[in-house]
């Protein structure tokens, strides 16, 4: 395990904030997934700054849009890949008046907060997403933030688990 | 009092927020300075988002410098003619070596959050002010962020007081 070599671009296809991806590097090597996934937490919650988070965010496409269609992502073509399998179930479950619901609701959401609605997605049906979001769009811009932040994080732990996996077979993960 | 009449440009002048400087001219007229402190609490820490947060705060030079070497502020000569006003007792107690200490603490801490070092000045000595950004420093982002926002709310309150103050004896605020 300690031979997998990482580079930056690996960690910031798992969060999109360049610090993050730089304070990873430096922390590396990881004896085991668990300790680099205690290494992220701590630099994610306590070392990037609420600059950084924001542009974490903006790496996201808008849940229930392909992220294809997200021209603005500035990140590779492997964190658009995951982004769009860890929306499976939410694609399967959507249906054309629900996706257009979401599209609604993450417009309101953008205006009132500044930043795209963000999600563990994996596993979660389009009408649970939305009903999550409407609930989540009654709270202050800070709390928000914050839970923001704890989605980016579940979101940035299960990518790591992708990336160790793909290492760990020898297969290149950023050149998809 | 209810025939105060607010510009943007005055609540601008109080806090740097664009967000909050409209919000606040859509909540007002205001029957009381109290009526609209609670307005403007309501605004900032509920309407807000983020990013007018960040916005504020760049607003503001860094404590110890002069507002007049600030020129980055996109605010009114009455916003640096207060933000001095408000650093007068930090001033008078500044020796060069603390003042020295100050701007070196104020680069690390600019470095660790991404936003310059927030206090409500007023009556406090630059001793006070060092020792305070020093306990600060070992904040999390996030905790930070939020304790900035509070200091900006302290700040706000002052100057509208002073708003209020000006606009009653008629003098015209924002053209200094």
């Known amino acids: 395990m300690e031979s997998l070599v990482f580079e930056e671009k690996d960690f910031f296809a798992c969060c999109g904030s360049v610090r993050f991806a730089k304070e990873m590097v430096s922390a590396a090597p990881f004896a085991s997934y668990d300790d680099a996934v205690v290494a992220a937490r701590d630099i994610w919650f306590n070392k990037v700054d609420v600059k950084g988070w924001l542009e974490a965010f903006t790496a996201h496409p808008q849940i229930g849009e392909s992220p294809s269609s997200h021209h603005k992502s500035p990140t ?101």
């Open 76 to 176: 590779s073509a492997q964190f658009s890949l995951w982004s769009k399998g860890e929306q499976t179930t939410a694609l399967a479950t959507a249906t054309d008046s629900t996706l257009q619901e979401l599209s609604e609701w993450n417009s309101r959401y953008r205006q009132k907060f500044g930043f795209v609605f963000l999600i563990f997605a994996s596993g979660r049906s389009t009408p649970e997403i939305l009903a999550e979001l409407k609930r989540r769009y009654e709270n202050r811009p800070l709390v928000e933030f914050e839970i923001a932040a704890g989605e980016q994080m579940k979101i940035t732990e299960l990518r790591l688990a992708k990336l160790f996996t793909a290492k760990a077979e020898g297969s290149s993960v950023t050149n998809a």
